[in-house]
């Protein structure tokens, strides 16, 4: 069995935010565990990396605890795999940890190397206080949703969460039942691409302003801390 699974992170937009050390990586590659082949596929071509020898293997969402088992089989038969996930650090917001906790289960070394996060972009990026926080990902649909908005609203320091364009306007009503009209937020969008925005206000601004807004892109929301002084 491989001795090292290598964790790789993949921009999150821009290619050219792709190390060095992950390129190289990339080449050594001969299995490579991702949640979609096309696109792992499409990236390793658009960075010029020959895919002679190369599998790739689908691991996500739906089905990530059925081929946890097969993966790590699998992996016997290679030299170099490593794990991808569609885009930035694998096992934020995106499969990886179930991989990663049963390869250290049976033994498995675990080399993560560093990268592409949206979470610290878009924080930093905020204008907010950064020296600590909560990334709290994707809220839950239904279940659970007030007592997560509940605990937000009662942090002492900033939060960050990622959301669909699809729902962000929704969000941000609903935000108006926890949060003070003054309450600052940051909407951070398409983070490293062409159309890079940064929407910083009190929540009651941002909800104006963006009202008839047509969203594109992924999208991170950022929510000042309870203890914010302004």
């Not at 491989?2 to 080449?27: A, W």
């Not at 179930?98 to 972009?121: M, Q």
């Not at 047509?214 to 203890?227: D, F, M, Q, S």
């Amino acid at each position: 069995m491989s001795q090292i699974l290598h964790v790789v992170p993949t921009p999150i937009g821009n290619l050219e935010d792709i190390t060095l050390r992950g390129l190289n990586y990339f080449k050594q590659s001969d299995l490579i565990i991702c949640e979609d082949t096309r696109s792992a596929n499409r990236l390793f071509r658009m960075l010029d990396i020959d895919l002679v020898n190369k599998k790739f293997l689908s691991y996500h969402r739906d089905n990530e605890h059925r081929m946890v088992e097969m993966i790590i089989n699998e992996m016997q038969a290679y030299d170099f795999p490593i794990l991808l996930s569609e885009a930035g650090m694998p096992g934020i917001s995106d499969p990886g940890y179930l991989l990663i906790h049963n390869c250290i289960i049976k033994g498995i070394e675990i080399e993560v190397i560093p990268g592409a996060s949206a979470v610290l972009v878009a924080l930093v990026g905020s204008g907010l206080p950064c020296d600590k926080f909560h990334f709290e990902g994707f809220l839950p649909a239904k279940s659970g949703r007030k007592q997560r908005w509940e605990f937000i609203k009662n942090y002492p320091y900033t939060s960050v969460i990622y959301e669909s364009p699809y729902r962000i306007n929704k969000t941000l009503q609903e935000m108006q039942m926890f949060f003070s009209p003054e309450h600052p937020i940051v909407i951070c969008r398409e983070i490293t691409k062409m159309h890079e925005e940064y929407i910083r206000g009190s929540l009651s601004e941002i909800i104006e302003q963006t009202k008839d807004k047509k969203w594109k892109g992924e999208i991170v929301l950022v929510i000042a801390g309870k203890n914010l002084k302004n």
